[in-house]
């Protein structure tokens, strides 16, 4: 293994460092992006009894906002159960934004290592033909020791920089898939918060 990276050239330096920060933003997010760390079933249903039951406290809601995603966007309800419906949601909304925007870290991230990674193999593939033309313009066809080694280098390179970015590639699209989901059911819970709120408006009032 030490033979290929070294035969790849300085190249292949910032390739390794992009496998290593991909499989690191791959491993946090899929630890993050667990759906009940995100949106626990029946965290809604629950809130709503023990709101309608005595009401949730100032400590309750802290509970409730560091338990999860969806508890801070369901707090943001409670906490305007007693506004009129429309600036209820756009708080609900506000607030899911925030966590959308929180989930979806470091993807950006892990789209550029799927991008530049392939450019970084074609760069070493670039570096390895000049160096192949340049060894036969000072010694002629004769030195084939010297050109396997050019072109060994821009192969190297190459397959290198496609061995990170596919499985990056793949890893952004389902990692992009999963927070798209969990946002969609972080909304329809709140969208069912509103609703029964906005159904009992004297149980919300006293929230």
């Known amino acids: 293994m ?3 990276i070294n035969a790849g050239g300085w190249v292949m330096a910032p390739i390794i460092a992009c496998s290593i920060l991909a499989v690191a933003i791959v491993a946090e997010r899929l630890w993050v992006l667990r759906g009940t760390r995100v949106a626990p079933a029946h965290l809604v249903p629950e809130v709503w009894r ?3 039951l005595r009401g949730l406290d100032t400590v309750a809601l802290r509970r409730l906002r560091a338990g999860s995603p ?3 966007v369901v707090a943001a309800g409670i906490t305007h159960a007693h506004h009129p419906r429309a600036e209820m949601l756009e708080r609900i909304e506000e607030v899911g934004r925030i966590e959308a925007m929180g989930l979806e870290r470091y ?3 892990l789209g550029t290592i799927a991008a530049i990674t392939p450019l970084l193999g074609l760069l070493g593939t670039v570096i390895g033909m ?3 033309f340049s060894t036969i313009d000072a010694t002629g066809l004769g030195d084939n020791r010297a050109l396997a080694g050019g072109i060994g280098e821009a192969l190297i390179t190459t397959g290198a920089g496609l061995t ?3 499985p990056a590639v793949v890893a952004h699209r389902y990692l992009r898939g999963r927070v798209n989901r969990l ?3 972080i909304e329809r819970e709140a969208l069912k918060l509103a609703d029964v709120i906005s159904r009992n408006p004297t149980v919300g009032g006293n929230a």
């Open 107 to 109: 993807l950006d991230t």
């Open 70 to 72: 969806l508890g801070r």
């Open 183 to 185: 946002i969609v059911g």
């Open 164 to 166: 990170v970015a596919i």
């Open 50 to 52: 023990l709101h309608t």
């Open 130 to 132: 000049i160096d192949v």
């Open 2 to 4: 030490w033979e290929l």
